[in-house]
Nanobody, 123 residues
Framework: QVQLEESGGGLVQAGGSLRLSCAASGRTFSSYTMGWFRQAPGREREFVSAITWWTGRTYYADSVKDRFTISRDNAKNTVYLQMNNLKPEDTAVYYC????????????????WGQGTQVTVSS
């Protein structure tokens, strides 16, 4: 059974940094894409970033490009999202997700999800 567990959320001032972690278990993820999505109150869940496990190729939403960095640690089966220069509009619940095969920015194409971690950025 696939399990994704996020951690690292919290409250930070604008301009600050946080690093989210997603610990993955239950199968081998070498043929998977791991993604980060976020959902703010009253808004749809939106794509943030993704990484294909076997190539390490990364993808970013325009709104976070040059501020966020996604990475993976093969030995720990963990994916990270380093978030720098955070803005109040980054406030949301952040979710880790996994899907077999190539990357996608459609939430509906991911079939495994974590429980989410809250990120709040104060102005």
């Amino acid at each position: 059974q696939v399990q994704l567990e996020e951690s690292g959320g919290g409250l930070v001032q604008a301009g600050g940094s946080l690093r989210l972690s997603c610990a993955a278990s239950g199968r081998t993820f070498s043929s998977y894409t791991m993604g980060w999505f976020r959902q703010a109150p009253g808004r749809e869940r939106e794509f943030v970033s993704a990484i294909t496990w076997w190539t390490g190729r990364t993808y970013y939403a325009d709104s976070v490009k040059d501020r966020f960095t996604i990475s993976r640690d093969n030995a720990k089966n963990t994916v990270y999202l380093q978030m720098n220069n955070l803005k109040p509009e980054d406030t949301a619940v952040y979710y880790c997700a996994a899907r077999p095969g190539a990357s996608s920015d459609y939430a509906s194409s991911y079939n495994h999800w974590g429980q989410g971690t809250q990120v709040t950025v104060s102005s």
